[in-house]
Each structure stands twice: as structure tokens, then as C-alpha cells.
């Protein structure tokens, strides 16, 4: 896999995900609101010496508009990996500057999940991870199947706790 140099020695990938594409409804919407704005505004310019400079302005900003309430988003969406590994569960984020978190597998002492109806429908959730430590819990909102990813994640942090305590021996 392209990022394996990243792990640590006997540690794999399990799962890589993104949030779920719920996240993009909200500027998806946003945009079609701008762009219906748009088309009406259009519409309404009488004609005159300066029809074309208001057609102009409004096309940059819906230009605009289109950059920071649909590309942007976007690229957030795609730019954030929630990643398994059989040590640690891995966060990455960021567009042209990118951050990231590891929290070891052996630190995480609870695992829970929450969907609401609509959720439930989309297929996605919060999942709740308790940790030991300075940042205590982290929540992550929407996970795509966050029944099967709590699931996993619990497994893992078994596993990890076995292999650790086979080590000490």
C-alpha cells in the first residue's frame, strides 16, 4: 500500500474510510439555493448600459460561491481518512496543510457508537472512542457504518491487548 512505510514493524492496514458523503449534503444544497439565487437574479436584470456588468458580478460571485461552499467542502471531505490499523487508529486531515493524530490501540479502554433514524437510514454514525490519557475521548461523526467500525475497532484493541500480553511472558 502507498503509505506502509508509515507503519510500524508487523502493524497493517484494516480499514481506511472517509466521513460519510452526508457531510457534503449541506453544501450541496447551499449550492443549488446560490445557484437558483443566481438564475433568478439573471433573469431579472433589465437590459441596459449595465446589464452586462451586473451578469458579470453576478457570475464571479456565484464563481466564488461554487469555490467556497462546494469545492472546499469537497476537498475536505476527501482530504479527511479515518485509518485502522492493527496498532492504532490514525487521523488525517487537511487540504493544503495536513495534520494527523495516532492514538494507540492499547489506550483506547471504550468503543461506542450512536445513530439517530436518519442516520440509521444513510448508513452512518458517531462513533466514540474513550482513551487514557491528556485527550480523553474523541468523537467522530459521520462514519459509514459505524456499527461494523466500532465492531472492528473493539476486535483490534482486543487483539492488541492479547499480543501485548503474550509479549511480557
Not at 456588468?53 to 457570475?59: P, S
Request: proline share 4%.
Amino acid at each position: 500500500m502507498a503509505d506502509d512505510e508509515t507503519l510500524s514493524e508487523g502493524e497493517h492496514f484494516v480499514l481506511r474510510l472517509h466521513p460519510h458523503w452526508k457531510t457534503l449534503l449541506r453544501p450541496f444544497i447551499i449550492l443549488l439555493v446560490i445557484l437558483v439565487a443566481a438564475i433568478v437574479a439573471l433573469v431579472m436584470i433589465p437590459s441596459g448600459s449595465n446589464a452586462g456588468l451586473a451578469r458579470e458580478i453576478i457570475g464571479i460571485l456565484v464563481f466564488l460561491a461554487v469555490i467556497v461552499w462546494g469545492v472546499v467542502p469537497v476537498l475536505r471531505w476527501q482530504t479527511t481518512s479515518y485509518e485502522l490499523t492493527t496498532r492504532r487508529l490514525r487521523l488525517r486531515e487537511g487540504i493544503l496543510t495536513r495534520t494527523g493524530r495516532d492514538f494507540p490501540l492499547i489506550r483506547i479502554s471504550d468503543v461506542t457508537f450512536s445513530h439517530g433514524p436518519i442516520d440509521r437510514l444513510l448508513g452512518c454514525g458517531k462513533l466514540i472512542v474513550e482513551s487514557a490519557g491528556e485527550h480523553g475521548q474523541l468523537v467522530l461523526n459521520e462514519i459509514p457504518h459505524v456499527q461494523q467500525v466500532q465492531s472492528t475497532l473493539f476486535q483490534l484493541v482486543a487483539d492488541e491487548q492479547a499480543r501485548l500480553a503474550r509479549e511480557d511472558r
